[in-house]
């Protein structure tokens, strides 16, 4: 199977990961923070401005690679803080308002000055 690496301006990037991998049918979106990647600044302090800006990114990833967000299958928060979730997910359902996709989440590992949340997702695409 080969590996398509998916790359957008419309993201945060890092030389250090791909935004996006295509193998076969299945799209594998990076962990996106809610960075705005046209300022380099954070969406907000809220958990709720970075949960949907974080997921804004994921999207653009996935428009790159011809999905729209309705091909997510599965999507995995992490949070900085647990006590984030109900704020976390008040952003997230301004993005997944109905028929949402399968979805975890987890503490995030690391701590990252002022990130409070990362977002990866797993989306398919039609053959």
């Not at 301006?9 to 990037?13: D, E, I, L, Q, T």
């Not at 994921?58 to 690679?65: D, I, R, T």
């Given at each position: ?7 957008t ?5 890092s030389p ?33 401005k ?7 990114n ?8 011809g999905c ?21 997910n008040?952003?997230y ?12 989440v ?22």
């Open positions: 199977m080969t590996r398509q690496i998916i790359a301006p419309n993201a945060p990037s250090l990961f791909s935004q996006g991998i295509r193998a076969g049918s299945a799209l594998y979106v990076s962990g996106m923070v809610g960075v705005d990647p046209t300022t380099g600044e954070l969406a907000g302090a809220a958990i709720e970075q949960t949907t800006q974080a997921l804004r994921c999207e653009s990833v996935l428009e790159a690679a729209t967000l309705a091909d997510v299958a599965m999507v995995t928060v992490l949070l900085a803080n647990p006590a984030d979730f109900a704020g976390m008040e952003g359902a301004t993005v997944f308002p109905t028929d949402p996709p399968a979805r975890a987890a503490r995030l590992g690391p701590e990252l000055p002022g990130i409070l949340v990362s977002i990866t997702m797993t989306a398919h695409i039609a053959q």
